[in-house]
T-cell receptor, first 116, second 109 residues
């Protein structure tokens, strides 16, 4: 149980375009989802925390207008990288908690974004 | 501020034992996780400790001392596939995960 999927697993796009990444909890209801970014040889960096039906909470330094997060249902959250630039190229990983107050985060397989 | 420290890199020999330490200073404590992350992949859960003591799970064991703000992950009978980064993460008083930078473990034949 507790499977999280992400789509796409990798994407290459041109500078200036927008990219949407989906995160789904397949066999549980995720009241909270998290979006992370990881640059090569660096640790996970939390970008934002998303609660179903409410606005996402962004970490300091993360532009909310550039990284749009929508958590419209208990099984789906999306991250849209708007007007992507080469410096946005990274490994984006989502995770989900399966119940309120549950601490363990179940991770999706990640999406590798390359902006040309 | 909140801080989690773990060694940046460790090297061990196949078949041996290695201990990866993690010390933390956080606002509140609601447990500590260890995750394994292979290069280019997402983290996978290894263990969760909230009470003091040792939790054993196959070749992997995790220890916690809340009074010392200290945990370690013990890997026995090392295999080449254990080469990965090991991430320590603490659940703080706001139930958020505070991540360490990870320890890259290199296994040599």
């Amino acid at each position: 149980g507790a499977v999280v999927s992400q789509h796409p697993s990798w994407v290459i796009c041109k500078s200036g375009t927008s990219v949407k990444i989906e995160c789904r909890s397949l066999d549980f209801q995720a009241t909270t989802m998290f979006w992370y970014r990881q640059f090569p040889k660096q640790s996970l960096m939390l970008m934002a925390t998303s609660n179903e039906g409410s606005k996402a909470t962004y970490e300091q330094g993360v532009e909310k207008d550039k990284f749009l997060i929508n958590h419209a249902s208990l099984t789906l959250s999306t991250l849209t990288v708007t007007s992507a630039h080469p410096e946005d190229s990274s490994f984006y990983i989502c995770s989900a908690r399966d119940m309120p107050g549950g601490y363990e985060q179940f991770f999706g397989p990640g999406t590798r974004l390359t902006v040309l | 501020g909140q801080n989690i420290d773990q060694p940046t890199e460790m090297t061990a020999t196949e078949g041996a034992i290695v201990q990866i330490n993690c010390t933390y200073q956080t606002s509140g404590f609601n447990g500590l996780f260890w995750y394994q992350q292979h290069a280019g992949e997402a983290p996978t859960f290894l263990s969760y400790n909230v009470l003091d003591g040792l939790e054993e799970k196959g070749r992997f064991s995790s220890f916690l001392s809340r009074s010392k703000g200290y945990s370690y992950l013990l890997l026995k009978e090392l295999q080449m596939k254990d080469s990965a980064s090991y991430l320590c993460a603490v659940v703080d008083s706001n139930y958020q995960l505070i991540w360490g930078a990870g320890t890259k473990l290199i296994i040599k034949p």
